[in-house]
């Protein structure tokens, strides 16, 4: 089992600048979980040092049976995989496909696994009509799903992305919601960094809450999004759908449109 | 009706493409409005708002058919500094608009300021102003590339908002954002419209657009399928043939009534949705 534990982490940037101060987290093997929290909270420093782009200050970041402390950024990327929250730092090839190729060559596959992997991921993220485009010809939401796919295709257990709600449609988010299912069924452990409350409130079984360095508070959505000292803290706020039923007397639990309505639905027939 | 800017038949194709990213778009931009434009990915808001910059053509080439006027005057007509003091221009991916040439979030705000020639007093009282505006006055002597990515937003945002310009085209400023610093940035462009500003901005976040735009832009596939007032275009579900979301609270309202709910209008912000539904809940008219 591949529990991913950060055991009193903290990170300062070189200059001396505390991004993360002396923070603890458990993610279980298999879970789907989110963190959200406000602008400059340590979202981005605490992943990178789940995938050894950045090495603790102080603390242990510990994935299974591997201390991060004890193996290289490439040996842990293996495991964990990250898509950066700005696609352009992540992108460097001059087609889509070549763009996902490129993590699977590199580990030496053969052929055969790299060829279905490459297709996999196109084919999960809406890419494959894209693959002969150069990226930078695609809209950044799309060139989001390029980076997604590539670390897709990299088959890590664990998987991070960094804020991939930001700039979706419609469709990008059902897609996003889509991906993360089935990732999730495949045994994958994700973690997703999302400022889109609807999206985290109907997607994850498990919200982190991060203000000010630190983690504020852990729990499922309907804890999290009832919880207004935290919320307040985060610079957060409730689903839209949370906000009127709470003006309208309701008092927890509704995070959902079919909870709302349905609480809507039995106030009008209280007062029928 | 005072025109700041209008596109008449509008074509634009980038080069070495074969479909155009814009169609045929004639549109008309009022002074002193606020206009929220929606549109699924890649339906071509960016391109749009390129054109409006000149950008298309200048920097990316390409094809242009048709006229893009801005104060009567063809965007090709004007010089390269003419029309940056005019349109302030803030780009989807706040990385992009970081100028690379200062090293501290104070001055890459005055940057824009600076080479407009503005005097150093005022550079600095008005860099000061709009820092705290933005929540990013804690910033002020940090390096521009070392922050997070809604802090680079911020950060790219007030770099525009400083120069004051008369048009402000801004391609989603809150994509990275947090809900509070998203609505923030909602309210601070609202505020524009008492200096007479005209603003166009790019957002998925419909639910802002439908509370503080005047009038929406909604495009698909490079044309313009609907304009005109947000109340009636963000409260029909035809709005998601055009793969746009409904604000929450309209979707809300469009499932009550389908379940026979008799409801007034259907709301398309939070205030009507309280007002809406309590009128229901307490039977008062
Ligand atoms: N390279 C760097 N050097 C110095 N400080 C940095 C650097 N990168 C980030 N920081 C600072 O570290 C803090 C945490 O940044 P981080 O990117 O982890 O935030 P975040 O929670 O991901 O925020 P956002 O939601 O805006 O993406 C911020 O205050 C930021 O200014
Ligand atoms: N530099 C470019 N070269 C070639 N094609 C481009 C370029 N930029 C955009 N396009 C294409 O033009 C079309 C419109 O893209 P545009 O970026 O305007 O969409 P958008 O509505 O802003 O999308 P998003 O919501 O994802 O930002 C897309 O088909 C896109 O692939
Ligand atoms: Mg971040
Ligand atoms: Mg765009």
Not at chain 1, 99 to 122: I, Q, T, W
Not at chain 2, 131 to 159: C, H, W, Y
Request: glycine residues 8%; aromatic residues 8%.
């Amino acid at each position: 089992m591949k529990d991913l534990i950060l055991k009193d982490v903290s990170f300062s940037y070189p200059g001396g600048f505390l991004a993360v101060d002396n923070i603890n987290m458990t993610i279980k093997s298999g879970e789907n979980v989110a963190i959200v929290g406000q602008n400059g909270a340590g979202k981005t420093t605490t992943v990178k040092m789940m995938n050894g782009l950045l090495r603790p200050t102080s603390g242990d970041v510990i994935i299974g049976d591997m201390n991060t402390k004890d193996y290289t950024t490439a040996q842990v990327s293996r495991v964990v995989g990250y898509v950066f929250q700005n696609p352009d730092d992540q992108i460097f090839h001059s087609t889509v496909e070549s763009e996902v190729r490129f993590g699977p060559e590199m580990a030496k596959l053969s052929n055969e696994e790299v060829d279905s992997r490459v297709e996999y991921a196109l084919k999960i993220t809406g890419m494959d009509k894209f693959k002969e485009e150069n990226p930078y010809n695609l809209p950044l939401s799309m060139r989001k799903f390029v980076t997604i796919a590539a670390v897709i295709a990299m088959d890590t257990d664990v998987l991070i992305f960094d804020e991939p709600t930001a700039g979706q449609d419609l469709e990008g988010n059902k897609r996003l919601s889509e991906i993360l299912k089935e990732l999730h069924e495949k045994g994958k452990t994700v973690i997703t960094i999302s400022h889109d409350m609807e999206f985290v409130a109907s997607n994850f079984e498990r919200v982190i809450v991060m203000a000010k360095k630190k983690v504020v508070t852990m729990g499922t959505p309907e804890e999290v999004f009832w919880n207004f000292e935290a919320l307040e803290k985060a610079m957060l706020k409730q689903p839209y759908v949370s906000r009127v039923c709470r003006a309208l007397g309701a008092n927890g639990e509704i995070i959902s449109m079919d909870e709302a309505v349905k609480f809507l639905k039995s106030r009008l027939k209280r007062n029928a | 009706m005072d025109c700041v800017i209008e596109l008449k038949n509008v074509t634009y194709s980038y080069p070495l493409t074969t479909v155009p990213a814009i169609k045929d778009l004639s549109v008309k931009i009022e002074k002193g409005k606020f206009y929220g434009v929606i549109g699924e990915n890649g339906s071509g808001k960016t391109t749009f708002c390129a054109l409006l910059r000149g950008f298309a053509p200048s920097f990316y080439k390409g094809d242009l058919s048709g006229e893009v006027l801005v104060e009567g005057r063809s965007t090709l007509e004007y010089g390269p500094g003419e029309l940056a003091s005019k349109i302030g221009f803030v780009f989807q991916n706040p990385f992009t608009q970081i100028s690379g040439v200062k090293d501290t979030v104070f001055e890459e705000v005055a940057y824009g300021l600076e080479n407009f020639g503005v005097p150093v007093d005022e550079i600095e009282k008005r860099v000061v102003e709009v820092m705290k505006l933005t929540d990013i006055e804690s910033l002020a002597e940090k390096n521009p590339f070392d922050l997070s990515g809604g802090q680079m937003q911020r950060v790219a945002l007030a770099s525009v908002l400083v120069i004051e310009p008369e048009i402000l085209v801004i391609d989603e400023p809150t994509s990275q954002l947090d809900p509070e610093g998203t609505e923030s940035v909602f309210k601070i462009i609202s505020k524009l419209k008492e200096k007479k500003k005209t603003v166009i901005l790019v957002e998925h976040k419909i639910d802002l657009i439908a509370e503080y735009a005047d009038e929406v832009l909604v495009f698909k596939d490079g044309s313009l399928v609907a304009a005109g007032d947000k109340q009636e275009i963000l409260s029909d579900m035809s709005l998601l043939e055009k793969g746009v979301a409904l604000p929450q609270v309209a979707i809300l309202g469009n499932t009550l009534k389908e379940e026979g709910v008799p409801l007034k209008y259907i709301p398309v912000t939070e205030k009507q949705a309280e007002e809406v539904f309590s009128e229901l809940i307490t039977g008062k008219e």
